[in-house]
């Protein structure tokens, strides 16, 4: 499917892109331009509350809807621009009648909550450092994190303070304080109610002056093993997020924009909180975990322009025997982005049957900050491929070797290792208290990203695999989302997560888990088919040798299939870091 092209849209669909000429467009870029679209502190330096939410509220902007929150319960609450200015500022007078300032860490671990998002503002705007976990973390990787990220103060709710922090309070002695957001009032001294101390707090507050430099958001990236990574990003990467946000996610004055990311990952900041107020358009926020009524109801009773959301959430509406364009109204959709990993190229042909729109794949890392590589809107989508380079992103394929000290540029169509000129604002500055281990992530000048890919005759990229996912077998080397896709043209499949196997002959064989569509069963007679249709699509090289059938693959909350964790359970060893396990 690669070689096939696909519109942007169907002819009826106004898309109205930001980027009409890629080509031009990119020799002609220049970040400066960008900064102009920055207002500035008053005070001096660059604040990322003030250019998403504050300047918007001092101006025509100020009572339009910045936050419609979604509860789970059917509750329904709306935050214009300059609500969100006057509560943003009591929790950053909260924060300072707390001694928490410049620098301090501040986490959070609570679902999606609209007090989640005024206190993400606040913490910018008092200077301090947004460190986001996921609410699903067990005891042991908040522990983790919040001891090598130095929190100073936490921001919970009480059901998940007294099931996982309460027990830790001992472990973490810089810990000042925990504030619950709904505690009625306060337990003591360090355990407080975040109503009781909003209550007291104006709301009114001057940023201070704010260096493009300073830490602003501290994300946690989980490793196989040991001790996860602490990612440093600056005020500054704001720079990235206004461009893509015009350019990739192509926001307009008018937008409804839904990006259904945790806050406890990457996207859930970058591009759920900061880029579509960047731009002065409304956010909504759904409460619930994933449930595909409630999702279609939401495209259409909150009129959605432009959505942003994951591929294990597209794959699971595929799963649906749903006709959503005959059972909902989704006429104002315009634009649907896809990110998390890559997205199998039958997904994008479902977004065209079912939605009306194809699906629009991006590439990019929590080290990276913000979108790298997309499929713009102005631009056709070749079926698979991770698009272009954003405006500014200098992204080339290379090969290299420590130990012979090679170094080169792959070719067109060479596989390599996938790496970015330092420089874009979203850059990541480095691991918290690892600076070796940061400087290992660079050679020659370049950024490397761990993922393997290559780049065709037209400038896009396409994606391989992670460095350590590639598959050695018999000589080949097998890519295991080339797998995954190929088997999910399959009408009976509707994931697969594949790995190498290790074998006495072969070194390894490609071994495929495959989760099935609704209406299919398992069987030896399906399993032999998929057998047989991997290798009349793959060869017998690259298809699977092996095939398991599973209820559900393992996956992350961000959607990526755990692939890792798929072999260390085959192979019975341990499975490591398992806590952004989807649950």
């Known amino acids: 499917m690669k070689t096939e092209w696909i519109k942007k849209a169907p002819e009826n669909v106004s898309v109205r892109p930001n980027l009409m000429d890629y080509e031009k467009a990119y020799h002609a870029f220049k970040w400066e331009d960008v900064a102009l679209q920055f207002q500035g502190l008053p005070s001096g330096g660059l604040n990322i509350a003030h250019e998403?939410?504050?300047?918007h509220a001092n101006g025509a902007l100020a009572e339009k809807n910045a936050l419609v929150w979604l509860g789970a319960d059917g509750e329904?609450?709306?935050?214009?621009?300059?609500?969100?200015?006057?509560?943003?500022?009591?929790?950053a007078n909260v924060l300072q009648s707390l001694g928490v300032g410049k620098g301090d860490r501040v986490f959070t671990l609570t679902t999606r909550l609209p007090e989640f998002y005024i206190a993400a503002i606040g913490i910018f705007k008092n200077c301090s450092v947004l460190c986001p976990l996921f609410a699903q973390f067990g005891p042991e990787p908040i522990l983790q994190r919040m001891k090598k990220g130095d929190a100073k103060a936490l921001l919970t709710t009480r059901a998940i303070f007294e099931?996982?922090?309460?027990?830790?309070?001992?472990?973490?002695?810089?810990?000042?304080?925990?504030?619950?957001i709904d505690a009625p009032e306060d337990e003591s001294g360090k355990i407080r109610s975040l109503s009781a101390l909003m209550a007291q707090a104006s709301d009114l507050f001057e940023i201070a002056p704010t260096d493009p430099e300073d830490m602003s958001i501290l994300h946690f990236t989980s490793g196989t093993t040991g001790m996860p990574k602490g990612v440093v990003h600056v005020h500054k990467a704001i720079y990235m997020h206004w461009m893509s946000g015009k350019y990739v996610l192509d926001m307009h004055p008018d937008d409804i924009y839904w990006c259904t990311a945790d806050p406890g990952w990457v996207t859930g900041t970058s591009y759920g909180i900061i880029a579509p107020w960047l731009h002065g358009i409304t956010n909504i926020v759904n409460e619930a975990e994933f449930d595909a009524k409630r999702w279609y109801e939401i495209l259409q009773n909150e009129k959605v322009t432009i959505w942003y959301t994951a591929p294990t959430a597209i794959r699971r509406l595929m799963r649906l025997e749903l006709d959503p364009l005959r059972e909902y109204d989704l006429a104002n959709l315009r634009l649907v982005h896809s990110v998390g990993e890559p997205l199998n190229p039958e997904a994008v042909v479902w977004g065209v049957e079912k939605l009306g729109l194809p699906i629009h794949d991006n590439w990019w890392q929590t080290e990276t900050g913000g979108i790298m590589i997309a499929n713009f809107a102005s631009q056709p989508i070749q079926l698979g491929s991770m698009g272009l380079p954003l405006l500014g992103v200098e992204a080339v394929i290379i090969n290299h070797d420590s130990s012979s000290g090679v170094f080169e540029m792959a070719k067109t169509g060479?596989?390599?290792e996938l790496a970015i000129k330092p420089g874009w604002p979203s850059m990541f500055r480095g691991y918290l208290h690892e600076e070796e281990r940061y400087q290992k992530s660079f050679i020659n000048g370049w950024y490397l990203t761990g993922d393997l890919a290559y780049?065709?005759?037209?400038?896009?990229?396409?994606?391989i695999g992670r460095a350590d996912d590639i598959i050695k077998t018999s000589g080949h080397m097998v890519g295991p989302f080339e797998v995954e896709s190929t088997l999910m043209e399959h009408p009976a499949v509707a994931e697969a997560g594949v790995i190498g196997k290790p074998d006495p002959v072969a070194g390894e064989v490609v071994k495929a888990f495959i989760a099935l569509k609704a209406g299919f069963k398992p069987s030896e007679e399906l399993r032999k088919e998929l057998i047989g249709f991997g290798r009349q699509k793959l060869g017998a090289a690259v298809a699977p040798k092996e095939i398991e059938f599973q209820s559900d693959l393992p996956k992350t909350r961000s959607g990526k299939i755990m692939r890792r964790l798929l072999k260390a359970r085959e192979m019975g060893l341990p499975e490591g870091d398992i806590s952004t396990l989807e649950h």
């Open 163 to 180: 099931k996982k922090v309460r027990p830790l309070l001992d472990e973490l002695p810089e810990l000042q304080t925990v504030i619950l």
């Open 76 to 91: 329904r609450r709306e935050y214009t621009f300059a609500q969100m200015k006057q509560e943003s500022a009591r929790f």
């Open 414 to 416: 060479q596989k390599g």
């Open 52 to 55: 998403a939410i504050d300047r």
């Open 455 to 463: 780049k065709d005759e037209y400038g896009y990229f396409w994606f």
